[in-house]
């Protein structure tokens, strides 16, 4: 079985802070993980994902998420805030098993201050 | 390319009537996924499809069904509305199915509201 924990519902940075949204999984296998960003009254757009090559990855806007295996966990990171970054962000997981169907946490919205 | 889209975009609809939305996948893209996301339940899946064939199937009533035509288009029903079934239903496409590094990528979602 798989699951995803958002550790947080809402994250509030200041414009041009670094940003740090947390997600913890479980999964029997190994598991392929996603972020994926959704504005508002918008669809969900991919960030970045981890698929067992390296445990570092880079996405777009500048955002990169590691994978730690020992601590379970998926963090999304960026180095800077910009307004445009305020939105929801899911984690996601899937597990490298037959006819896995994806898991979504709740969602972090992450709010930013001018 | 273009995107996976979806119509109509809102919809609004009354108890007990029934409902149909469609999804027109990325080409190329033979996979079809259904999402309903409400702010309690969050994102859930619904079901799949590849090749016609329903391929996988989440934990929700009989009364959410599904289609997909030869050309990968895909058609998700709800018949007896409820006001529960009140939700952003989002659809996405991927080039396979049951391999898990593939990305999905989701359209911009229907609106239904039942009242």
């Known amino acids: 079985a798989q699951s995803v924990t958002q550790l947080d519902s809402h994250v509030s940075v200041s414009e041009g802070t670094p940003v740090l949204l947390r997600c913890n999984y479980s999964s029997s296998y190994s598991p392929s993980l996603f972020w994926y960003v959704q504005h508002p009254n918008k669809g969900l757009q991919l960030l970045l994902k981890y698929t067992s090559a390296a445990t570092l990855v880079k996405g777009i806007n500048g955002f990169e998420a590691e994978f730690k295996k020992s601590e379970t966990s998926f963090h999304l990171t960026k180095p800077s805030a910009h307004m445009s970054d305020a939105a929801e962000y899911f984690c996601?997981?899937?597990?490298?098993?037959?006819?896995?169907?994806?898991?979504f946490g709740k969602g972090t919205m992450l709010l930013v201050s001018p | 390319k273009a995107g996976v889209t979806q119509t109509p975009r809102y919809l609004i609809k009354t108890r007990g009537q029934q409902v149909t939305l469609s999804c027109s996948p990325i080409s190329g893209h033979r996979s079809v996924s259904w999402y309903q996301q409400t702010p309690g339940q969050g994102l859930q899946f619904l079901f799949e499809y590849f090749s016609e064939t329903q391929r996988n199937k989440g934990n929700f009533p009989g009364r959410f069904s599904g289609r997909q035509f030869s050309n990968s288009r895909s058609e998700m029903n709800v018949s007896t509305l409820e006001l529960g079934d009140s939700a952003l239903y989002l659809c996405?496409?991927?080039?396979?199915?049951?391999?898990?590094?593939?990305?999905?990528?989701f359209g911009p979602g229907t609106r239904l509201t039942v009242l």
């Open positions: 996601v997981v899937r597990e490298n098993s037959g006819y896995s169907t994806l898991t």
């Open positions: 996405a496409s991927s080039i396979r199915t049951g391999v898990s590094t593939d990305t999905q990528y």
